[in-house]
């Protein structure tokens, strides 16, 4: 059974750095085609791409993002971690780790999602 | 990148009806990479269509994708109680991978 679960701070200042870790069980990063993603979405909006990391420690971002963006991985301890630099009201969301289809960039597990709040 | 136009924005109907989802993309999706997603309230989206018409795994048969190059369509072929939701398609044929607004499915 694929588990996802994010953790990290629930509130952050203006300019402040967000790092948000993605903990997962059930399947390994290190196996061929794997991949996880981070999405957010903003209260009441619609979901929003942000990183891709890929077992084979290819990386991708969103390209409105990408100079705020940092993602990583540590496979021998299941975890991702996502850095945004920078943080603004404007990024208040709730934040999702996600497994992709094997090979493909669908996303097929969820975890429940962490809200950020951006506010002094 | 590639933009999805979900219509109608809210779509309303009454449990045991057909319900017809639609996303239009800006170009042409690659190999039909188009997915959907079901989003309850306070709750994570779950996959439900993969490659158009893929069923995910332990998804009901009531629901089934069909579509390529721009126009997609979701269909719940009769809705349970459970199926009002909000529901977003998303491409995965060119990077970036982008989402649909959605359409909220709600009860009439």
């Known amino acids: 059974q694929v588990t996802l679960k994010e953790s990290g701070p629930a509130l952050v200042k203006p300019t402040q750095t967000l790092t948000l870790t993605c903990t997962f069980s059930g399947f390994s990063l290190g196996t061929e085609r794997m991949r996880v993603s981070w999405i957010r979405q903003p209260p009441g909006k619609a979901l929003e791409w942000l990183a891709r990391?890929?077992?084979?420690?290819?990386?991708f971002y969103s390209p409105s993002l990408k100079t705020r963006l940092t993602i990583s991985k540590d496979t021998s301890k299941n975890l991702v971690v996502l850095t945004m630099t920078n943080m603004d009201p404007v990024d208040t969301a709730t934040y999702y780790c996600?497994?992709?289809?094997?090979?493909?960039?669908?996303?097929?597990?969820w975890g429940q999602g962490t809200l950020v709040t951006v506010s002094s | 990148e590639i933009v999805l136009t979900q219509s109608p924005g809210t779509l309303s109907l009454s449990p045991g009806e057909r319900a017809t989802l639609s996303c239009r993309a800006s170009q042409r999706v690659y190999d039909s990479y188009l997915a959907w997603y079901q989003q309850k309230p306070g709750q994570a989206p779950r996959l439900l269509i993969y490659?158009?018409?893929s069923r995910a795994t332990g998804i009901p048969d009531r629901f089934s994708g069909s579509g390529s190059g721009t126009d997609f369509t979701l269909t719940i072929s009769r809705l349970e109680p459970e199926d009002f939701a909000m529901y977003y398609c998303q491409q995965y044929g060119s990077s970036p991978e982008t989402f649909g607004l959605g359409t909220k499915v709600e009860i009439k």
């Open positions: 990391i890929d077992w084979d420690n290819d990386k």
């Open positions: 996600t497994r992709m289809g094997h090979g493909f960039n669908f996303f097929r597990d």
């Open positions: 490659g158009a018409s």
